[in-house]
């Protein structure tokens, strides 16, 4: 009924024959803090155990949350399924709200369902999904009448269909000293016995000196997994070896239908895995299903609810019509609307993200890019060979968020402007890749203005391996970050001290006119017109006093290019708070840095069609499985040489 009348419903049940689970109600894992809670349930409900609750006499409970409520309106796009029903096991008096919202954010009751006395009762309500083409949810609210608690024992979103067949799984997760972390995660995995029956085998691949195998609470975690744990140690290729040495095992093997990809130091909701294996199962095209990613430290926190490219600037970002860092617990789902209109993604961070083998047999492997942008390149290699990526709500990781670390400046500067440039040279609709390559300029400009002249001499570094050909991908992924550490090592910008007083006191010759403090560009032009008035301090010789004394001490969160540009020598804190950097300007490298940049870029401008050329023709040899067996075999043979253990990739 959709006019919101009251009526009592005699139901079937949601596990007959010919019918299939979609979604199971949860409650929050019992490991979770109470910070994830409005995640799954909206009100005063107490949690019995995993699949049941209490709902206080009363009062009201609403299911309208991330884990709990129905994403209509994906199930409507990416599936041939047109009818969803709620099924509920209940017991106490009360009713039964089913409510549904469009994809512009509005709600109302489609229909409620009373049940009185004791029971169990049985509740079921078929619901169409005809109205969600845009967008739009189904969820339900539970009402306590007075006099008794209602309990709900169980409840799902189900469908009637053929396709009972479940597809299998094996996960890969790459690790690099984080056994801890790692342990919890297999610990995780191998606890829910539902999830356990699915999988064919979790590869680990381990690429670190502090290994997962060596930590105290191992044996006990993987006992769950049993033979279907394998720890594979190789040498550091960084996250794109260490996941297609799962892709490559798994194809190996050739019993799994899909191949799902996790980092080592997220925490998964166990549900969203079978969720995410539900649909892919049932979705009319072969897809990637791909999961969100929560805040590990304010679990309610969202970081994105789709990724896309903007295809001129070939930067990654948030998809239209959608925002970073939404707090579910302060804006629940019901209310914000923008979460009710459907986002189709250009692909799904590699934080979680299930591929079907059948994509890796077609199109290869992760390409050789150690980290940064090889998530982005293979769902938009992956969505050129009819395999789109479904970010799908109710799949989700918690994760640390990005803003605790600030990988643009240290050593993985190189990986993030190479990988952008490569993705682009392989998939950008732009002659000359669009706004890129000036971009790029830009980029190493602001590095050189604000002092950071380590991350402008690896980002030029970059450009000339690119410039070098493909060859480089592989023959450089188990060697090109003791490179960079040995570039980065030569700069002021890379040493930091854990004490601001190891520095001399900060002082300033010549205080700002009237006070004056550096303010923020109000436009490009009012930006480029700051960058060139501030060439010339640049090239001016450094004086003595600037040379021995910090001007002034600035916080991470103040390291903008247009206010460390206006200083001759800051002291500039770290991302993690840990310690701070002496920044000073130096002519002559700044000097090296422009003219080389120039170069390089025009360049890179001008035989960007011969190399879009030849890269996308490397892609085949680059992405096989053969080739990569080759690096992992070089990778092996190297893993006797001893790294300074870090948490790096």
């Not at 993985?412 to 002659?431: D, G």
């Not at 002249?453 to 970059?462: H, V």
């Not at 002034?552 to 840990?578: E, I, N, T």
Request: net charge negative; hydrophobic share 40%; aromatic share 10%.
């Amino acid at each position: 009924m959709t006019d919101g009348s009251t009526l009592d419903v005699e139901p079937e049940r949601a596990d007959e024959p010919g019918r299939r689970v979609l979604q199971r109600v949860i409650a929050p894992l019992d490991t979770h803090r109470s910070d994830a809670r409005s995640l799954y349930v909206h009100g005063l409900a107490v949690d019995l155990d995993r699949h049941q609750m209490l709902v206080p006499q009363h009062t009201t409970t609403s299911f309208g949350t991330y884990f709990n409520a129905f994403p209509a309106a994906y199930w409507r796009r990416w599936t041939d399924i047109d009818e969803v029903r709620l099924h509920l096991r209940l017991t106490g008096a009360g009713k039964v709200s089913v409510i549904r919202s469009t994809s512009k954010g509005m709600s109302w009751p489609e229909c409620s369902v009373v049940v009185e006395g004791d029971g169990p009762h049985e509740v079921s309500v078929d619901l169409p999904l005809a109205p969600f083409i845009d967008g739009g949810w189904y969820w339900f609210d539970i009402t306590a009448f007075s006099g008794a608690d209602v309990i709900i024992e169980a409840g799902d979103w189900s469908t009637a269909t053929d396709d009972q067949a479940r597809g299998r799984l094996s996960v890969g997760i790459t690790t690099y000293n984080r056994p801890a972390y790692c342990v919890d995660q297999i610990r995780n995995l191998g606890g829910y016995e539902q999830l356990v029956d699915l999988l064919d085998a979790v590869y680990v691949i381990d690429q670190g000196t502090d290994r997962v195998e060596d930590h105290p609470d191992f044996a006990e975690a993987a006992a769950g997994l049993g033979d279907k744990l394998h720890v594979l140690g190789q040498g550091n290729l960084g996250g794109s070896g260490g996941f297609a040495r799962a892709m490559s095992e798994t194809l190996r093997a050739g019993t799994s239908d899909y191949m799902l990809l996790l980092d080592d130091d997220v925490i998964t909701e166990p549900e969203g895995v079978l969720r995410a294996v539900t649909f892919a199962d049932l979705a009319r095209q072969p897809v990637l299903v791909g999961g969100h990613m929560f805040s590990i430290f304010a679990r309610s926190v969202l970081h994105a609810w789709g990724e896309a490219i903007d295809k001129y600037r070939w930067m990654w970002g948030p998809a239209p019509h959608t925002h970073h860092s939404h707090d579910f617990a302060a804006t629940p789902l019901r209310d914000a609307a923008w979460l009710h209109r459907r986002v189709d993604v250009d692909y799904n961070g590699w934080w979680m993200c299930l591929i079907p083998t059948a994509a890796l047999q077609k199109i290869g492997l992760a390409l050789p890019m150690f980290i940064k942008w090889d998530d982005a390149d293979f769902g938009l290699r992956a969505e050129e060979h009819g395999f789109p990526t479904v970010s799908l709500p109710g799949v989700a990781v918690w994760h640390v968020p990005w803003h605790e670390k600030d990988d643009t400046v240290d050593w993985q500067a190189y990986f993030h402007e190479r990988n952008r440039l490569l993705s682009a040279l392989l998939h950008s609709p732009y002659q000359r890749g669009g706004k890129l390559p000036r971009e790029s300029f830009e980029v190493v400009l602001k590095h050189a203005l604000a002092m950071q002249y380590s991350p402008a001499e690896m980002i030029l570094m970059a450009i000339e391996d690119l410039l070098d050909g493909p060859e480089h991908l592989h023959r450089d992924i188990g060697s090109k970050i003791d490179e960079l550490r040995a570039l980065r090592s030569q700069f002021d910008d890379s040493r930091f001290a854990d004490d601001l007083n190891t520095y001399p006191r900060v002082k300033i010759r010549k205080p700002p006119r009237r006070g004056a403090l550096p303010e923020a560009p109000t436009s490009k032009a009012a930006a480029t017109a700051l960058a060139f008035k501030l060439l010339p301090r640049h090239l001016r010789p450094l004086n003595d006093f600037a040379r021995n004394h910090p001007q002034v001490a600035l916080p991470h969160a103040d390291q903008q290019w247009w206010r460390l540009a206006q200083y001759d020598s800051v002291l500039v804190s770290s991302a993690d708070g840990r310690g701070a950097a002496w920044y000073r300007r130096d002519p002559a490298r700044f000097r090296s840095l422009l003219r080389r940049s120039t170069a390089l870029h025009g360049r890179l401008a001008v035989e960007w069609e011969r190399l879009s050329v030849t890269y996308r023709s490397a892609v085949p040899e680059l992405a096989s499985i053969e080739r990569w067996a080759t690096t992992f075999a070089e990778a092996d043979a190297s893993r006797v040489t001893a790294v300074t253990p870090e948490k790096e990739a």
